[in-house]
């Protein structure tokens, strides 16, 4: 039986930070975030939102569009890494305020749970809710996962830069209009590491920015590596002399902390597939120096990073690579249009896989590039840390879906932060009524109790 997705949806909060603006307040050069890292505005969520609101709007959106009634859905999962509490599911708080709109009590028939691990989780929710629908457990209802994050650092730190907020909501089912998943092929690495995460009460992560981006190359290519071997072995792909598996994915969306981060993903993934085949040799004569190798040849992680020498070299290295035709022309034609939505809102931890590929479907639909058929490939992350690679094929019928695509219009009107507000609402300074805006027809946060009794307890409301 098939699975996939078969519609997305977005919520992203109206707030924003612009790079100038956040170089110019931190003494940083502008390039380095719009050139350097890929951020152009960094989304913002306002007093009065929490990733279970971005969550709800999202849901709300997805239903709405497609006429589904609570009935329709039998799973709801959602995946974050913002998580506000150690036991309430984050997909309840959702439920609840889906119920406000549709009914108390409508979704009582649904099951679902929150996951968790750093940015790669929602990947592993599609999975699940994938293997549900295979398994023939469904009863003909769809399965919503959502991913919600906010992406925010401490104040000064490196990370401040790749900051952004909100959710991205699958809709899945076994007549998907989008994607279909490829079966058995799915593959994963993980390992016990600490390059990025966030201890028990405190509310931003604590990073080892340059261990986090070379750990994610590692971690994804491992699991590319599985992913190679079982599309290999059960014949999904077929490669002639001279190939690489790569050649037969149309289309790359990577996990993006920031939209450059998926070029260097690229790059280094096509830099290893490529290094074994012919046409190498000609890569490296129009580059006109060797390829640096680190000196431990083991190339454990901490190696090659204490290698101030080789990671100099290398970087010069894959600067020249990435200025080739041959990566332009796979950079430019996979990967490029799912990068546009990252640079305009930022990080979603999570969500930013999903929001790429959402990207990637509307900036090629615009290029009109026949999507029908083509195989597209995940390279999910998350810190801790764990990757999954998979794919799938884009269904006859995408276009009836994708042609309504328009990130901007799906965003709204969006209000600039100035440097003085972001760090107010940064430094939590302000309570929910005192948001900045006052969308209609969404969920909103309304309170957080702080007595005894009740403490952590949330109110949402729709405002209409
Ligand atoms: N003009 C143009 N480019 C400039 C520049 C300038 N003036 N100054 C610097 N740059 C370029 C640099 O050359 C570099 O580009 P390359 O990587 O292509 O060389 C880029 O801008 C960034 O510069 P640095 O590497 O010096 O930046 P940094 O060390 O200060 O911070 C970071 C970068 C480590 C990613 C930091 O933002 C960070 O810690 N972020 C949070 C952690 C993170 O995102 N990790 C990613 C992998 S883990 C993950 O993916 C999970 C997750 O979601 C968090």
């Not at 709800?56 to 709801?76: F, T, V």
């Not at 750093?118 to 990947?123: I, L």
């Not at 590319?224 to 059960?234: A, G, I, Q, R, V």
């Not at 965003?411 to 009524?433: N, V």
Request: proline fraction near 4%.
């Amino acid at each position: 039986m098939a699975a996939g997705i078969d519609d997305i949806a977005i919520y992203i909060p109206r707030l924003y930070v612009d790079a100038a603006d956040f170089a110019d307040g931190r003494g940083v050069d502008p390039a380095k975030l719009q050139k350097g890292l890929g951020v152009s505005q960094m989304a913002m969520v306002d007093t009065n939102q929490d990733p279970a609101c971005l969550a709800a709007n999202a849901c709300l959106r997805i239903m709405q569009k497609n006429k589904l009634s609570p009935e329709d859905i039998g799973r709801l999962y959602v995946s974050t890494e913002s998580s506000f509490d150690e036991s309430k599911a984050m997909n309840s708080y959702v439920v609840g305020m889906l119920e406000q709109v549709y009914g108390q009590g409508t979704f009582e028939h649904c099951g679902g749970v929150e996951t968790k691990f750093a940015c790669v989780s929602g990947s592993y929710a599609l999975y699940d809710n994938a293997n549900w629908i295979r398994a023939g457990e469904s009863d003909d209802k769809a399965a919503l996962v959502v991913v919600s994050d906010i992406a925010k650092y401490d104040m000064g730190s490196s990370g401040e830069m790749t900051q952004g907020a909100g959710a991205v909501v699958m809709l899945l089912n076994d007549n998907p209009r989008l994607l279909a998943f490829d079966p058995k092929v799915t593959a994963t690495s993980i390992k016990d590491e600490y390059d990025f995460y966030r201890p028990f009460g405190k509310e931003t992560p604590i990073v080892h920015g340059q261990y986090s981006n070379l750990l994610y190359l590692i971690q994804v290519r491992k699991a590319l590596d599985l992913y190679k071997e079982k599309s290999l072995n059960t014949g999904l792909i077929k490669l002639k002399p001279g190939e690489t598996i790569l050649d037969h994915i149309d289309y790359f969306n990577m996990h993006l902390p920031y939209s450059n981060m998926g070029k260097k993903a690229l790059a280094y993934m096509v830099r290893r597939e490529w290094r074994q085949l012919p046409r190498w040799n000609d890569i490296i004569k129009k580059i006109g120096v060797a390829e640096p190798t680190p000196k431990d040849p083991r190339g454990t992680i901490e190696s090659v990073l204490g290698d101030a020498e080789f990671m100099a070299k290398d970087h010069e290295f894959t600067k020249l690579f990435t200025e080739t035709s041959e990566f332009q022309e796979i950079y430019e034609t996979k990967l490029a249009s799912s990068l546009i939505a990252s640079k305009m809102i930022g990080n979603l931890y999570t969500a930013s896989l999903y929001l790429g590929f959402r990207s990637s479907l509307e900036f090629e639909y615009q290029k009109e590039m026949d999507l029908d058929g083509k195989r597209v490939g995940f390279g999910s992350y998350g810190s801790g840390s764990s990757a999954m690679v998979f794919s799938g094929v884009i269904m006859p019928e995408y276009a009836s879906v994708v042609k309504d695509m328009n990130l901007e219009s799906e965003i709204g009107p969006r209000r600039k932060l100035t440097l003085e507000e972001y760090e107010i609402i940064h430094e939590s300074k302000l309570a929910p009524e005192q948001s900045m805006l006052n969308p209609k027809k969404e969920f909103i946060l309304v309170d957080v109790k702080t007595d005894d009794e009740s403490r952590g307890e949330r109110r949402y409301a729709y405002n209409t």
